[in-house]
């Protein structure tokens, strides 16, 4: 079974510095995918970035990045420049292939805080 | 750019009453996908449809039963509510040629009194 780790709770950054927040994950599966979602207050689950298990180079989405580094099982998320807006409940995610469908499987989540 | 569209965003029930939770994916992706999530805890997934046909499920419980239709939007019927069953439930799409793009509707927070 597939498994997500988010093993940070809560994070405070500054804003305009950078910040990361860490996934691991745990999967016999060869052919995967990674994904990190955002939650604000309001509930809803908006779309970040996704990173494939043969993308050699690490996906990017403005100020979002993803570190992905395959042998230790981590796909971190790095949000450079932060705002007072990025302060939202993010999910680390990973699909898991059935068919032609593809169910995601989320960690616990990281309630990221920026302050002045 | 449209996105996926639930309906009702709330809902308030009764114990022992039934709740339909309707989805309207984005245009032209086939595959529907409905999720969970309890007050504080990440979302669960609950079941998926591929072209109209069930194609996975997950921690669903036997009162709870979801179809989609023949213009893809998807029904998820919630029978004998109970207390545990107040959370927000999330439709999620994605196309069979772009899986790893699956995007989620606001969702429908559901409260069983």
């Known amino acids: 079974a597939q498994k997500i780790t988010q093993t940070q709770p809560g994070m405070f950054v500054q804003e305009k510095e950078a910040v990361t927040l860490d996934c691991t994950y745990d999967?016999?599966?060869?052919?995967?995918?990674l994904f990190w979602y955002k939650q604000p207050s309001s509930g809803e689950m908006i779309f970040l970035i996704y990173q494939g298990s043969y993308d050699e180079q690490n996906a990017t989405e403005g100020r979002y990045s993803l570190n992905f580094q395959k042998a230790r099982k981590s796909a971190n998320l790095v949000i450079s420049a932060s705002q007072l807006g990025d302060s939202a409940m993010y999910f680390c995610a990973m699909r898991e292939i059935i068919g032609t469908a593809s169910k995601l499987t989320f960690g616990t989540g990281t309630r990221l805080q920026v302050t002045l | 750019a449209a996105g996926v569209i639930q309906s009702p965003r709330h809902l308030i029930k009764e114990k022992r009453e039934t709740a339909t939770l309707k989805c309207y994916p984005i245009p032209r992706h086939d595959t529907v996908y409905w999720y969970q999530q309890g007050p504080g805890q990440d979302p669960q997934f609950l079941i998926s449809?591929?072209?109209?046909?069930?194609?996975d499920k997950g921690s669903i419980p036997d009162r709870f039963s979801a179809q989609q239709f023949s213009d893809y939007h998807s029904e998820l019927n919630m029978s004998s509510l109970e207390l545990g069953d107040s959370a927000l439930y999330f439709c999620?799409?994605?196309?069979?040629?772009?899986?790893?793009?699956?995007?989620f509707g606001p969702g429908t927070r559901l409260t069983v009194t």
């Open positions: 999967t016999s599966d060869q052919s995967y995918g």
């Open positions: 999620a799409s994605s196309s069979t040629d772009r899986t790893y793009e699956q995007y």
């Open positions: 449809f591929y072209e109209k046909m069930q194609s």
